[in-house]
């Protein structure tokens, strides 16, 4: 009886798993707070596994655009339209999740730069001992808007030897933390993200860069109503509010 019992209840344990399935999810790092916490929230609710494979925006877009198998990409907006003309992304997928400007990070405690025109913000460069921003070569979007910056504010050359370049800004990030960069430029959300430090403030109008990222659904996925059901929690009313938190404006 107890044998036919525990049979009952391993045929039972089985079919409740038999529809779990995993979901790679393509996360660039100014939303990486965000979607990893909204990751492990549809884990527990869902049952399905979620793998994020973390990269720049830049990078994201061209692994999707190289043919990587994933199941929801997230980049920017436009990389997203444009993948989606392409046919890598499922055009009817695409949602946008918010926009993040750039914004300048120091260490917790340190004294605020000014920052608050470009001529404050150009006398700020050039006064830190160090500065970092992702690399442009690695599609970072932060630091490809940086570098542009610099090179329009003329200060480009006198920059270089003390721009320190990474990978993506939540690394450089933990150096400016531990004081071994004095400061940091990325997108706001991951500086509101990253501990031991402060956002000083946002890059000032004339010189921002205000991007919109959206997630969308690989065209190649094999789970596609898993990946919608992900991205409707993306955009969901408790989702929204934890991308305000994090510094970005809704989208309407």
């Known amino acids: 009886m107890m044998r036919k019992f525990l049979l009952t209840v391993l045929i039972s344990m089985l079919a409740g798993g038999a529809g779990a399935a ?41 692994r999707v655009a190289a043919g990587d198998i994933g199941d929801v990409a997230i980049t920017t907006a436009s990389s997203l339209a444009r993948l989606a003309e392409e046919g890598r992304i499922i055009a009817d997928s695409r949602r946008d999740l918010g926009k993040v400007g750039v ?3 120091v ?11 470009p001529d404050a913000f150009k006398r700020a ?13 690695l599609g970072g979007q932060s630091g490809i808007h940086a570098a542009r910056v610099f090179e329009k504010l003329g200060i480009a050359e006198a920059m270089k030897p003390k721009t320190m370049l990474r990978p993506g ?4 990030l933990v150096e400016v933390a531990n004081g071994d960069i004095e400061i940091g430029i990325g997108q706001m959300s991951e500086i509101v993200a990253a501990k031991g430090v402060r956002v000083a403030g946002p890059l000032p109008g004339e010189l921002q860069n205000t991007l919109t990222f959206s997630a969308g659904i690989v065209g190649s996925t094999k789970a596609a109503g898993i990946a919608r059901e992900f991205i409707g929690l993306l955009v969901s009313p408790g989702a929204r509010e934890k991308f305000k938190a994090a510094g970005f404006d809704l989208p309407e």
């Open 107 to 117: 260490r917790s405690g340190a004294t605020l730069p000014d920052i608050s025109t």
């Open 103 to 105: 914004a300048v990070a």
């Open 169 to 172: 800004a939540p690394q450089g």
């Open 22 to 62: 995993e979901i790679k999810v393509f996360c660039p790092g100014a939303v990486r707070s965000v979607v990893a916490e909204l990751a492990q929230a549809f884990q527990q609710s869902s049952g399905h596994s979620v793998k994020l494979e973390y990269g720049t925006a830049g990078a994201v877009a061209k």
């Open 125 to 137: 460069m050039l006064g830190a001992k160090s500065v970092m921003y992702a690399d442009p070569a």
